[in-house]
């Protein structure tokens, strides 16, 4: 099996950074994209922002310049940073990797989630 465990969460200050780590462990013969989504109370979770295994991002509108996507390969690991928060980014933040176990078939996985609150 493949698990996924998220960390870095917590209570911050508006204008604040937090930084989120994510590392996949289990049966793993490579990891293709990694992503983080979130989701606020009473909203459907929504992409953050994904990277390729070489390094290709992508970011929804509202955290582009304030959040950063990237990982370690030889870890297993990706991470966010976030910067210059705000109340609205409050959410549980989810990990999602899609991995392949054999090097044929990809299947995406996802973390338990960790809680991202902003306020003052």
């Known amino acids: 099996q493949v698990q996924l465990v998220e960390s870095g969460g917590g209570l911050v200050q508006p204008g604040g950074s937090r930084r989120l780590s994510c590392v996949a462990s289990?049966?793993?013969?490579?990891?293709?994209?990694m992503g983080w989504y979130r989701q606020a109370p009473g909203k459907q979770r929504e992409l953050v922002t994904t990277?390729?295994?070489?390094?290709?991002?992508n970011y929804a509108d509202s955290v582009k310049s304030r959040f950063t996507i990237s990982r370690d390969n030889a870890k297993n690991t990706v991470y966010l940073q976030m910067n210059a928060l705000k109340p609205e980014d409050t959410a549980v933040y989810y990990c999602?990797?899609?991995?392949?176990?054999?090097?044929?078939?990809?299947?995406?996985?996802w973390g338990q989630g960790t809680q991202v609150t902003v306020s003052s």
């Open positions: 990277i390729t295994r070489d390094g290709s991002t």
């Open positions: 289990g049966s793993i013969f490579s990891i293709g994209a």
């Open positions: 999602n990797a899609k991995v392949t176990r054999n090097g044929y078939y990809y299947s995406t996985y």
